[in-house]
């Protein structure tokens, strides 16, 4: 066996959302205003569109296209910076897909078969899924750990595949007796890790739900926030005035956590301003918020969709800077596994 280096893991942050639809308020709560933070706190940080993880369902190429460079608006927009993150699209970053074929040859079926996200996915007819939809997490894997990432913000529903990014990593390091891919933590943080369906408190706000109304895009406009709040579903009773009051009223309590994760407050300190108050009077008030940060999101996104150059050529340039970090480590684990000329 050959001696490793010591390698030392320093903090370094990555993430990725699917070029897969347009971008919703659980996205931009669960995920990328996460990424803002890190990226604020003066971490290393990497935001990848993972077009290659969109792909294992059918997409269209054209709306492919519009909708990575929409979701590079949609970074932008927010905040992330391309002087401060390396922003880039997947599939430019070749290292990705061939650390994830080391991957599935070091995972196992059973891992793969156990997510649930795969059985979500696959429903009834797993036959016909295909086979990049089961491989999925070990690409997920090489996309965090092809640059040694130690923290990877996402949303609730990531957590699985985040504990199997571990899981593939321990296994490599045992497997070839090394100590080189480190042990990823997620940081499943804030008050809206796990942002729920309008339409129903206890299914997760969906970009591809197949009723709009169930969620907020980022690029509705004004009318359509307010109409979608307006007609979220509710129960009967007031608000309660402290948080313990909202257990077992699951549209209430998300309509509430969306309000503090708007306007960074707790819940406790939500309910202290409207317990008591009807939905009637809330929901005003909540539209009235969400119109207020999330416009100027959505109108700089429509700036940024204009000038598609602009997007390519940050992608471009993050992918290069993604490729200076990716490729060495790629060779050392050709080297680890045994490839001649690696
Ligand atoms: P996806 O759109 O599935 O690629 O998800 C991109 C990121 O957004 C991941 O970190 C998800 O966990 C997060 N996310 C997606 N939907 C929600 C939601 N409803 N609430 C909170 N986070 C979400
Ligand atoms: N699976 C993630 C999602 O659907 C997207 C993703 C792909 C990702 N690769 C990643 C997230 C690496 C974090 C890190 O939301």
Same mark, same amino acid.
């Given at each position: ?57 059918? $997409? ?39 650390? =994830? ?24 007819? $797993? ?32 957590? $699985? ?64 926030? =307010? ?9 009967? /009773? ?25 306007? /960074? ?54 992918? /290069? ?22």
């Amino acid at each position: 066996m050959q001696d490793t280096p010591q390698t030392q893991f320093t903090t370094r942050v990555f993430s990725g959302v699917q070029p897969s639809g347009g971008l919703t308020l659980g996205n931009y709560l669960g995920a990328i205003r996460r990424f803002v933070d890190m990226q604020d706190d003066g971490n290393e940080t990497l935001y990848c569109m993972v077009d290659q993880h969109a792909i294992t369902v059918w $997409q269209d190429p054209a709306t492919l296209r519009r909708n990575t460079r929409q979701l590079a608006a949609g970074y932008l927009a927010a905040g992330l910076d391309p002087t401060r993150s390396i922003l880039f699209n997947q599939s430019q970053v070749a290292a990705h897909a061939q650390l =994830a074929w080391v991957f599935n040859c070091v995972a196992r079926m059973g891992w793969m078969q156990r997510m649930t996200q795969w059985k979500d996915k696959a429903g009834k007819n $797993q036959q016909n899924a295909s086979l990049g939809l089961l491989a999925y997490p070990s690409l997920m894997a090489a996309d965090i750990l092809i640059y040694h990432a130690t923290h990877v913000p996402v949303g609730e529903d990531q957590k $699985q595949h985040i504990e199997l990014t571990r899981d593939i990593a321990i296994k490599f390091n045992n497997d070839f007796g090394v100590d080189f891919f480190p042990a990823t933590e997620p940081v499943i943080e804030g008050p809206a890790t796990r942002v729920m369906s309008l339409r129903d408190g206890t299914k997760k706000m969906s970009k591809s739900d197949p009723s709009d109304m169930s969620r907020i895009n980022l690029t509705d406009d004004a009318d359509t926030i =307010a109409q979608k709040i307006r007609k979220a579903r509710t129960d009967p /009773e007031a608000l309660p005035s402290e948080a313990k009051g909202l257990e077992g009223r699951a549209e209430a309590r998300n309509l509430v956590n969306i309000f503090g994760a708007l306007n /960074e407050q707790s819940v406790d300190q939500v309910l202290a301003d409207f317990g008591g108050r009807q939905f009637s009077e809330f929901k005003p008030a909540l539209a009235d918020l969400a119109v207020a940060k999330l416009a100027p999101i959505s109108s700089e996104m429509g700036r940024l969709m204009e000038q598609p150059e602009e997007i390519d050529a940050i992608l471009a340039q993050g992918a /290069e800077k993604a490729r200076a970090i990716a490729n060495p480590i790629l060779k050392r684990a050709y080297e680890i596994v045994g490839f001649v000329g690696a």
